[in-house]
């Protein structure tokens, strides 16, 4: 079993649009989720960090279920600038820092 | 502020032949530093990751090897290059629990 996992889509959403996306991790430890956005052959870049209370930033919200280890990202009013790849991130705990990445998902927003 | 340099940004290399990526970051010390491949249509893998000079940890075995000769720079080497080895190789820094990373190389082997 993958230690994040995302469905790799792509969603194809018009624009305007809510869409969500879901993230599964394996490892009950983990300490620290993030959403990150990479957009066609460039760089990760971070979206927002997740915290069980749930945050949001702007048409962006983030949620974490530790019982049952998901973790979702709401987009709503979805623009054509929100087409990108989106990584589930993880940082597991213990052996140091490192952030497991998940494979993605791929919003396409359309006119 | 913070940044970090990561180049080639592209590279065609062939089989058999040997590598170097160069990874230095600045307005920083002693950062933890990552090596990531991304192939294509798949997640980015954790290759190496470093948290001072000379302390080199590898997560997956392969043809790969890491090396830091200064706290501000980062290394990825492999002697002689295999066709699986192209991808998407990013540098990352970790402030904290937020990775930055670098544009990137992307390599493909031929």
């Known amino acids: 079993r993958k230690e994040v996992e995302q469905d790799p889509g792509p969603f194809n959403v018009p624009e305007g649009a809510t869409v969500a996306f879901n993230c599964t991790y394996s490892?009950?430890?983990?300490?620290?989720f993030f959403w990150y956005r990479q957009d066609c052959r460039k760089e990760p870049k971070l979206l927002m960090s997740?915290?069980?209370s749930g945050n949001e930033d702007g048409r962006f919200t983030a949620q974490l279920n530790r019982a049952s280890q998901y973790i979702s990202l709401l987009i709503r009013d979805s623009k054509l600038s929100d087409s990108a790849t989106y990584l589930c991130?993880?940082?597991?705990?213990?052996?140091?820092?490192?952030?497991?990445f998940g494979t993605g998902t791929q919003l396409k927003v359309e006119l | 502020s913070q940044t970090i340099h990561q180049w080639p940004a592209t590279l065609v290399q062939p089989v058999g032949s040997p590598l170097s990526l160069e990874c230095t970051v600045e307005?920083?010390?002693?950062?933890?530093l990552y090596w990531y491949r991304q192939a294509a249509g798949r997640g980015l893998q954790l290759l190496f990751y470093?948290?001072?000079?000379?302390?080199i940890s590898s997560e997956v075995p392969q043809n790969l090897s890491a090396s830091r000769p200064q706290d501000r720079q980062f290394i990825l080497s492999s002697k002689k290059l295999l066709l699986s080895d192209s991808g998407f190789y990013l540098c990352?820094?970790?402030?904290?629990?937020?990775?930055?990373f670098g544009q990137g190389t992307r390599l493909t082997v031929v």
């Open positions: 307005g920083t010390s002693n950062p933890n």
């Open positions: 470093s948290v001072g000079i000379g302390q």
């Open positions: 490892n009950s430890a983990s300490q620290s």
């Open positions: 991130v993880v940082n597991r705990s213990g052996g140091g820092n490192k952030l497991t």
């Open positions: 997740v915290y069980s």
């Open positions: 990352a820094w970790l402030l904290t629990v937020e990775a930055f």
